[in-house]
């Protein structure tokens, strides 16, 4: 087998397969008989380890994706892997857009890390491909990310909260617990947790207004450039694929990733996520609760760029909840 892992430090939170652990998972899934003839690492994704998958008689490859070892993942969102595989039937207004998986593992019989093989979607990624294309046509981009997330936001769930689960009868209740749970991983890795303490304790005081959120809809999570796939060549870009889908979340749609970006980066083509989402925020209490879910991104966010060692950004991002915290208090 050719093997080519990205080369990382031992105390790196992703940490990759060995070759043996490679072709133990790729026999557990296709077979005693199955033969990896390469596994080459991808880069560009921070939490689960992904890798293209060549196997000797078949001409199309396969993608492998591998969870965290269970100690090494948050409470505010573990199990992301199976988050994904439970919300897999909801995603449907967008099968056509998802990788087909293949096969699917969480007992740790073999490993023990959830994993995954999913189908490779064709197209590139349109976090290396769309800046090929001029300003202006960069548009039509984020005008079919609008469409595709407007779509999957008129999916309606039975409550609020993680896909997987639990499930809140209350909105309110789904983000605090959430705000809970990433206030202990805040303390888990040593950073402090005080600002966002003081942050949920000035939104609790008005959650009747996020509780005005009765009817909970599905909500991607993480749909942005990075997690796309284009048609390679086209005149202008076109999304063929969307993948990583493991923080769906059942909720006000106006708190999902995409909205978010769309709102913090107005100006030029980004805009036209608008012309097919449609507007947001337009009452006193759609901008307060905006408050709040930027507070839940900046919050999630922090703890990322502390996992990938970004000091700096840490930094800035206490600098922004606090900020918020001043926002909300004045509102």
């Excluded at 988050?83 to 857009?97: C, Q, R, S, T």
């Amino acid at each position: 087998m050719d093997y080519a892992p990205i080369d990382r430090d031992p105390g790196e939170f992703q940490q990759a397969l060995s070759a043996a652990e490679i072709e133990a998972v790729v026999r557990a899934a296709f077979g005693e008989g199955a033969v990896v003839l390469s596994a080459a690492e991808l880069g560009g994704g921070y939490y689960n380890n992904t890798y293209r998958i060549d196997l000797d008689g078949d001409d199309r490859p396969v993608v492998l994706r591998v969870a965290p070892e269970p100690v090494r993942q948050a409470r505010a969102d573990p199990e992301m892997m199976r988050n994904e595989h439970a919300g897999v039937p909801y995603l449907a207004p967008v099968a056509g857009l998802l990788p087909h998986t293949l096969a699917i593992d969480f007992t740790h019989q073999v490993i023990g890390r959830d994993y995954m093989f999913q189908a490779f979607l064709a197209g590139v990624p349109a976090g290396e491909a769309l800046s090929a294309y001029p300003e202006p046509a960069r548009g039509a981009y984020f005008r079919q990310l609008g469409d595709i997330a407007r779509t999957v936001h008129g999916v309606r769930g039975p409550g609020f909260g993680r896909v997987a689960g639990p499930v809140h009868g209350r909105w309110s209740e789904a983000l605090f617990t959430w705000f809970d749970h990433a206030c202990a991983d805040l303390t888990d890795a040593g950073l402090d947790a005080g600002d966002v303490t003081r942050l949920v304790r000035l939104a609790d005081r008005e959650g009747a207004v996020l509780d005005e959120i009765t009817e909970a809809r599905l909500l991607h999570g993480d749909l942005w450039v990075g997690n796309t796939m284009l048609a390679e060549g086209a005149p202008e870009p076109l999304i063929t694929g969307v993948f990583d889908c493991d923080r769906l979340w059942w909720g006000d749609p106006e708190a999902d990733w995409p909205v978010y970006l769309a709102l913090r980066k107005p100006g030029g083509e980004r805009d036209a996520f608008w012309e097919s989402y449609g507007r947001v925020g337009r009452t006193e209490s759609a901008r307060w609760r905006a408050l709040v879910y930027e507070a839940r991104h900046a919050t999630a966010l922090l703890l990322e760029f502390h996992r990938l060692g970004l000091a700096d950004r840490v930094a800035e991002t206490y600098g922004e909840i606090r900020d918020l915290a001043h926002r909300l208090a004045a509102h």
